[in-house]
């Protein structure tokens, strides 16, 4: 078996006055131990920022700033921080040394909590945080391992190494470090804190006091995480029938989903809690004001909480009738049974000791989190993960949501855990992807529209219509307008596009109807069933082909020119018949003159003798002559015109 290499901190006087003793804690950012400060001979809690963060210059403020944020705090129920220094390599805090457990070693030994204990508990904690957030501090990391149950019966909440003033209050990616089981909705959902999404975290852990497990299970992280911003938590009394309902209540008021249904700061809570003591008549043990006279065995924190007292072993030196013999007896065997369990305890802590030693120096412990570098230049980026001890190798990937040279994400992903000098792919935006696409002219609107979304070029809802020779309901043309809003180009024999761009289809109606010959009620109902306005003026002109009253010509070009679209307006030409032509004067001609320059003149002619028509071209048409006609002005063209021949006129 391989011997767990010492802590070499143990024994070292930091900063010439604290002298290490032991380990007694190990977190995400540092190391606790137990230590003498060798000025004030106090014993103190040193707390050792982890030496591959001491570099690191935002780790090192907010190292500093918990020293801060805690020590401007003086409460009773708050953890003291004495100092805050730095000796070499080692960032460091000094603060108030209290033996006891936590909240989650009682919870994990009793499971559910008293309401009596319940309440001891809540109304400490809540005394203390309502000094912070009076004081603008939002602790941020509210959860039980934070809360210390000292051996004397103090309750102090410690650990403000998330604390941000309240003015400060936003948290994202790689800063939103708060335990998921505790984490409020809007941590989740926006990345954002304040005092509220404390009162939150208080609510699950009052939840879990009561109940015995928190409200929220899942294997994944992301599954607690995603319950807290959709679920609401439960009642208490629906898995323990004996809470009282104001206290159902008062989880359900602090784990409301909206920040603006809560208790607005500790101090809010707190007086609901109290009014809660009065109306149960269950009011907090007041904790012990003395250290017990006798060593680390005196007793723990469940000495004060009712409902766990420990009641102290008989005297056995007192009985009544107990020789010195049976008292020497009984001394050995309580020696043995004493002895026996130290060596248990021994050999457990060098286990742990040496479980400890490889999970954070070899195990999952020893690991580094991926930093955040979505929205960063590649530059930056590089430099992010090389701070970490990490090796960037650049990859690129198209991208419409990220800009040009940006970085979309990492591979591993953001908080992953890798261990040192691991590559990290850190993929660059090239911006919107190109595609060239087919002539789309004569195609369906579907088909385009299925071409556009598989080459991802938005389609816009708007559809324009034109008149067209291309039958109706196919695609004249697409206009795309780019991303950036640059000019629209068309696209109707195949162009190049972008990703994101914008896309306008444009389908053909068919042709104009064509209504020449058509009478004019007739030919305006169909032109005004597709659409098109036609012209109150309307033109007319003989037609020796239409007929009176028919449309003669429609407008053939759009006004304004290019295609025509409904709404134009169509001019349409009417027909006033044929053209009347001059009836020349035949009066006193031979018929067969007069037949002559009539049929020249385009009319055609027959001759009556007294209302009996005489065959044309006979003998006669010399030896008679027109003796009258008609009619005798004007007729069109094509018009017959009777002739009265007679010898003597």
């Known amino acids: 078996m391989n011997t767990p290499q010492a802590d070499p901190l143990i024994g070292r006087l930091v900063d010439g006055r604290y002298r290490v003793r032991a380990r007694i804690a190990r977190g995400g950012m540092a190391t606790v131990y137990v230590a003498t400060d060798m000025r004030l001979e106090r014993r103190i809690a040193l707390k050792v920022m982890h030496a591959h963060l001491s570099d690191d210059s935002a780790f090192q403020s907010r190292f500093i700033q918990e020293a801060r944020a805690a020590a401007r705090l003086a409460d009773p129920h708050v953890v003291n921080v004495f100092d805050q220094g730095q000796d070499g390599e080692l960032a460091y805090l000094v603060m108030e040394y209290l033996p006891g457990i936590t909240l989650r070693e009682l919870m994990r030994e009793q499971k559910r909590l008293t309401v009596a204990q319940t309440i001891t508990i809540m109304d400490a904690i809540l005394s203390g945080l309502a000094a912070a957030h009076a004081a ?73 006091m009561l109940v015995g497990e928190q409200p929220y299970q899942g294997e994944q992280p992301m599954q607690i995480a995603f319950q807290h911003a959709t679920e609401q938590v439960p009642r208490p009394s629906a898995r323990n029938a004996g809470v009282p309902d104001q206290l159902d209540e008062l989880v359900l008021w602090a784990t409301a989903k909206s920040p603006d249904d809560r208790p607005m700061d500790a101090k809010e809570m707190l007086t609901r809690l109290r009014e809660i003591e009065r109306e149960i008549g269950v009011a907090p043990v007041p904790t012990a004001t003395e250290a017990s006279s006798r060593a680390y065995d005196s007793g723990s924190v469940t000495k004060i909480l009712p409902g766990t007292a420990v009641l102290p072993a008989a005297d056995d030196d007192a009985e009544e009738g107990a020789d010195n013999a049976t008292r020497l007896r009984r001394r050995t065997a309580r020696r043995r049974s004493t002895g026996a369990a130290l060596l248990t305890l021994v050999l457990l802590l060098a286990v742990l000791a040496g479980a400890a030693g490889w999970w954070f120096g070899s195990g999952p412990g020893s690991l580094i989190a991926v930093p955040s570098v979505a929205g960063m230049s590649y530059e930056d980026a590089a430099a992010a993960v090389e701070a970490e001890g990490l090796v960037p190798e650049r990859a690129e990937r198209s991208s419409i949501d990220v800009d040009q040279g940006l970085v979309i994400e990492s591979a591993p992903g953001e908080a992953e855990r890798v261990e040192k000098d691991s590559t990290v792919s850190l993929v660059v935006s090239t911006g919107p992807a190109r595609h060239d696409l087919p002539a789309l002219r004569g195609k369906s609107a579907d088909e385009v529209r299925s071409i556009l979304a598989a080459n991802r070029v938005n389609v816009s809802d708007d559809v324009e219509e034109y008149f067209d020779d291309l039958e109706k309901g196919l695609v004249l043309n697409v206009r795309v307008t780019p991303r950036d809003q640059g000019e629209p180009h068309g696209c109707a024999d195949g162009c190049q596009v972008f990703e994101d761009d914008t896309a306008l289809i444009q389908l053909s109606l068919g042709a104009v109807p064509d209504v020449t010959g058509k009478p004019l009620d007739e030919a305006v109902r169909t032109l005004e069933d597709v659409k098109l306005e036609v012209a109150d003026e309307r033109p007319s002109d003989w037609s020796e082909s239409v007929a009176k009253g028919s449309v003669i010509a429609q407008s053939s070009e759009r006004p304004g020119g290019g295609a025509w679209r409904p709404g134009d307006t169509v001019t349409l030409t009417v027909s006033r018949g044929p053209q009347p032509l001059p009836i020349p004067d035949v009066k006193g001609k031979s018929v067969r003159d007069a037949v002559s320059t009539l049929k020249d003149a385009g009319f055609e002619v027959q001759p009556t003798i007294e209302d009996v028509e005489i065959p044309l071209g006979g003998k006669y048409w010399d030896i008679y002559k027109v003796c009258s006609y008609a009619p005798t002005d004007t007729a069109p063209r094509g018009t017959t015109i009777t002739l009265t021949p007679g010898i003597f006129c």
């Open 136 to 208: 603008g501090i939002v602790h941020r990391d509210v959860k039980p391992e934070n809360v210390l149950l000292a051996e004397d019966g103090r309750i102090k909440i410690g650990d403000f190494g998330l604390a941000r003033a309240t003015t400060a209050n936003t948290a994202t990616g790689a800063q939103l470090l708060g335990t998921i089981a505790y984490l409020a909705p809007e941590l989740v959902t926006r990345g954002t804190a304040d005092a509220r999404s404390d009162i939150y975290a208080l609510g699950i852990m009052l939840y879990e």
